[in-house]
């Protein structure tokens, strides 16, 4: 079982940016998939960013050009820099971990994206 913890969520303007931190701690096998989900009120969890272990990355449209995700597989840690930030970003962001043995998820951090 591994355990995800987000921080780096808050409130900012249009514009703005805005980085999330996941740990992830427990027995971690060395084939992993980290991303980042969200969702928002009366709306389905999406997939925004994806990484692989060997740091193949993939994107919602949605957010390409403008988040980048990242990961350290020393600390065990994956991060998303989220710039150019939209109010239709406005969600609670959920990081995620996939291995052989299946999914884990954090308890989500709250962005909200507003003038």
């Known amino acids: 079982q591994v355990q995800l913890v987000e921080s780096g969520g808050g409130f900012v303007q249009p514009g703005g940016s805005l980085r999330l931190s996941c740990a992830a701690s427990?027995?971690?096998?060395?084939?992993?998939?980290m991303a980042w989900y969200r969702q928002a009120p009366g709306k389905q969890r999406e997939m925004v960013a994806s990484?692989?272990?060997?740091?193949?990355?993939d994107y919602a449209d949605s957010v390409k050009g403008r988040f980048t995700i990242s990961r350290d597989h020393l600390k065990n840690t994956a991060a998303l820099q989220m710039n150019s930030l939209k109010p239709e970003d406005t969600a609670v962001y959920y990081c995620?971990?996939?291995?052989?043995?299946?999914?884990?998820w954090g308890q989500g951090t709250q962005v909200t994206v507003s003038s």
């Open positions: 990484i692989t272990s060997v740091g193949i990355t």
């Open positions: 427990g027995r971690i096998l060395s084939s992993t998939l």
């Open positions: 995620n971990i996939r291995d052989e043995r299946g999914a884990s």
